[in-house]
C-alpha cells in the first residue's frame, strides 16, 4: 500500500492526507477510547511529520493522560487524531478516510478492556 490515504472530518474543516504505508487498521478497546468515542477506535498511526494537515486551527486538544492528547473539530465535533506526543505519532480515526482503504483490523489492542455489548472484531493482516 502505497498510495497516500485521504482523511476528512465530517465537515470538511480538517482534511489529512496519511503515507500509503501508515499502520493499521488498529482498534483499541481501552476505557480512555471507549469514552471519547463511543465505541472502540478504530484508527491509522503514523508518524506525525510525515502527515499533512489542512484547517489544523479547526482541531481542539483535549490532553487525555500525561503522555497524549487527543483532538477534535471544533466545528463537527468528529474526532479525528490522538497523538502520543513523545513519540511523534498520529492515532488518525479510520472512519475519516474517504473511499475505500483496501484495508482491515490487523490488531485488537487493550482487548482485556472492552465493553461486553459487543464481541472483538475479526483481525486480518
Ligand atoms: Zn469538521
Ligand atoms: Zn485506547
Redesign the pocket.
Known sequence: MTEPLSA???????RLTLPGDAAGVLACHCGDCRKMHGNFNAFLAAPRVEITVEGEA?LVWYQSSPDSRRAF??????RVVKEQTAAGRWLVSAGLIDGPTGRHITRNLWAQSKSDWYALPETHA
Do not use: I, L, N
Not at 473539530?73 to 468528529?78: M, P
Open positions: 476528512t472530518c465530517h465537515c470538511g474543516a480538517v479547526a473539530c471544533g466545528t463537527c465535533g468528529a
